[in-house]
């Protein structure tokens, strides 16, 4: 078993998950409609990426004891449809509005940047300092957390908001300290490290980080 197959699984059944909770508490209103729309199709999206541009990182071999765990672990994302349908929590338009907004832009960089990371990869090996890259490192994980803080804002509940640190602490940083230490052996690392932010997009570089880059590119 890959890493990968239990993670697929929970993207897969998620639709199904938020749908059968909707009708199994009879609440159909705006705000579960939206919630099945948002994750959803974005676990769709999740088994097509895998299809079309698969991420290397989640071919790893593993147990079925540790697929098991990490289909539970990553399940812990159901609490919030759970928590948002069973309560029947209503939405105000505009926080709706918001809601969408967020995951559009987290869906637009986290499969946009995944895209760019394989293919440049793929035919060009090396490190990676333009595009979605260029002023932030891990453009990809910045995109799912966008997505997973806008489902936590349409629930209305802390509960899903202390899940998503737990991912960001336990799974994301993790992983992001684990790429960095790998692109450090690369010379010009330093210099891309100074003029990008780790998770979020460094804006505020200085004329001669802003001649370097012009340089690069």
């Not at 890493?3 to 998950?17: G, R, S, V, Y």
């Not at 159901?78 to 995951?103: D, K």
Request: positive net charge; aromatic residues 18%.
């Amino acid at each position: 078993m890959k890493i990968k197959h239990p993670i697929n699984l929970h993207k897969a059944l998620t639709f199904a998950f938020v749908f059968g909770l909707m009708f199994l508490y009879q609440n159909f209103n705006i705000a579960a409609w939206v919630y099945l729309s948002l994750h959803g199709t974005y676990g769709i999206l999740w088994l097509l990426k895998d299809r079309i541009y698969p991420d290397k990182s989640w071919e790893e071999e593993i147990p079925i004891g540790t697929g098991i765990v990490t289909f539970v672990t990553v399940g812990l994302y159901w609490v919030a449809p759970f928590i948002l349908i069973s309560q029947r929590i209503e939405a105000s338009p505009p926080l709706i509005a918001v809601v969408i907004a967020i995951n559009l832009l987290g869906v637009f960089l986290h499969y946009s940047s995944d895209a760019q990371k394989y293919y440049t990869l793929k035919y060009q090996p090396g490190l990676i300092t333009e595009g979605f890259f260029a002023r932030c490192r891990n453009t990809n994980y910045l995109g799912e957390f966008l997505i997973y803080t806008s489902l936590a804002l349409l629930t209305q509940h802390w509960l899903p908001f202390v899940i998503l640190g737990f991912f960001v602490t336990s799974v994301f940083m993790p992983r992001i300290l684990k790429k960095e230490q790998s692109l450090s052996r690369y010379p010009e690392f330093a210099t891309y490290q100074a003029n990008s932010g780790l998770l979020f997009p460094k804006f505020w570089l200085t004329n001669s980080q802003e001649s370097v880059i012009n340089q690069r590119s």
